[in-house]
């Protein structure tokens, strides 16, 4: 199948929000609301000749690669949310993606290696090529 296009680029990035849930009162990291529909639609895309959806082949591969009492689906799914699920952020290779926090506070953030699943040869320790966690004021955001 074609590779997709990149639709997140500097100029317009995918936005991450990084917010207190209003339900449950702990913080979470989450597309920004404008960008959840796009990222649903990504996961109902259609990708392989088998014309499996985006959201089985994660399953499948989180299946597949699944380390030792590790949860039988992704943190994120549905399945081990039951209620709380919340959308994953879905990135093509070589997009990009803004994270912001609500104005009043500045935050720390880091993308590591998912410890629940075991690592693909040749993966980067975090997608970003960080070597350590990022430092945001208030009021301030990052892009990668």
């Not at 920004?32 to 392989?48: A, C, G, V, Y």
């Not at 699944?66 to 699920?85: D, I, Q, T, V």
């Not at 040869?121 to 009021?139: D, E, H, I, L, T």
Request: glycine fraction near 6%; charge should be neutral.
């Amino acid at each position: 199948m074609p590779k997709k296009p990149i639709e997140f680029t500097f100029s317009k990035p995918l936005v991450v929000s990084i917010e207190k849930n209003k339900t449950s009162g702990e913080w979470d990291i989450q597309p920004h609301s404008d960008f959840i529909q796009k990222i649903k639609d990504r996961l109902e895309e259609k990708l392989d000749p088998n014309n499996q959806k985006l959201r089985k082949n994660i399953d499948d591969e989180w299946s597949t690669r699944r380390a030792a009492n590790a949860p039988l689906h992704p943190h994120f799914s549905e399945e081990e949310n039951k209620g709380r699920y919340h959308t994953p952020i879905v990135m093509r290779e070589g997009e990009v993606v803004q994270f912001v926090c609500n104005p009043a506070f500045a935050f720390e953030i880091w993308a590591d290696r998912d410890l629940n699943v075991q690592v693909a040869p040749g993966a980067p320790n975090n997608p970003f090529g960080w070597q350590g966690p990022r430092s945001v004021a208030a009021g301030g955001s990052i892009t990668a």
